[in-house]
């Protein structure tokens, strides 16, 4: 049977040591209440390089997403037809090992005595942090998202609080995860990368729009966000995990040009 941590542990002793820098869904959810909050670590996936737009300025980076389960008194799950689904937020970043780098900051935050050698060996590890909503756009166009990032940085940290009595450090205890944790490591071996590809898979799409005739005026978008990700990558052609599955069988490979973000929405961003 797979298991996820045999793969994160020859990324550890394959891959850098991530303490060392190096170099320079279609409906609507409830946001997550401002405030402290408890967490988990639920995904960490390498989806590749994609371009994006800075201000007219297009750039190629590698990327990651992390996602977090959020727990605790003011973050319940809340209620999705008949179950009952925690608050998940995704943050996207550079895979980058720049002192400088969001990325390479906040994998110290989380990991302050370097017990860990790479971020993925966080996987399913407790943190508490602070949820700050921030407002985008005018009038109708005006759009809220939760995030776990205020005007200093990310806001997660190691799952302590201090106890006001002794003045020390205390755990603070953190609900296990619901969601099963994902991850996919880009350089791995075909021993892992195989299952950790098949993990990413969502079937189905998600509904048309139809005008009032009834006529479909948009195609919905396929449930398939991470393997679609992943396959929109500007370096998946020749990739170790295209090269597998050419082995198999063509998948049908997505516009790799298309910016990040453009035409696929993550399900679970900014909830």
Not at 149 to 159: E, F, L, V
Request: net charge negative; hydrophobic share 35%; aromatic share 8%.
């Amino acid at each position: 049977m797979f298991n996820i941590m045999d793969a994160v542990e020859e990324a550890v002793q394959t891959g850098p040591d991530m303490n060392e820098s190096q170099g320079g869904g279609d409906f609507e959810r409830e946001l997550p209440a401002e405030g402290f909050v408890k967490l988990r670590l639920i995904s960490y996936i390498e989806i590749g390089k994609h371009s994006q737009n800075y201000n007219g300025d297009v750039k190629i980076n590698d990327k990651v997403k992390l996602q977090f389960e959020l727990s605790g008194p003011k973050h319940p799950p809340i209620k999705m037809g008949d179950a009952l689904v925690p608050h998940v937020i995704t943050i996207t970043e550079n895979l980058s090992l720049s002192e400088k780098a969001n990325f390479f900051k906040l994998f110290n935050k989380l990991n302050p005595t370097k017990e860990y050698r790479h971020f993925s060996q966080l996987l399913g590890k407790a943190f508490v942090g602070t949820v700050v909503q921030n407002s985008k756009g005018e009038g109708t166009d005006k759009k809220t998202y939760a995030n776990l990032r205020d005007a200093n940085g990310y806001t997660i940290r190691p799952a302590f609080v201090d106890d006001p009595e002794t003045g020390d450090k205390k755990p603070v205890q953190v609900d296990p995860p619901v969601n099963a944790l994902k991850c996919f490591l880009w350089g791995a071996s075909p021993k892992f990368l195989q299952p950790m590809w098949d993990t990413l898979f969502i079937d189905g799409k998600y509904e048309d729009k139809k005008d009032k005739e009834g006529n479909v005026v948009k195609e919905g978008r396929s449930k398939n966000f991470w393997q679609d990700t992943i396959m929109s990558a500007v370096n998946f052609t020749g990739s170790p995990i295209e090269q597998l599955l050419k082995a198999g069988g063509t998948p049908d490979v997505p516009d790799a040009e298309k910016p990040l973000g453009g035409g696929v929405a993550d399900p679970l961003a900014g909830v």
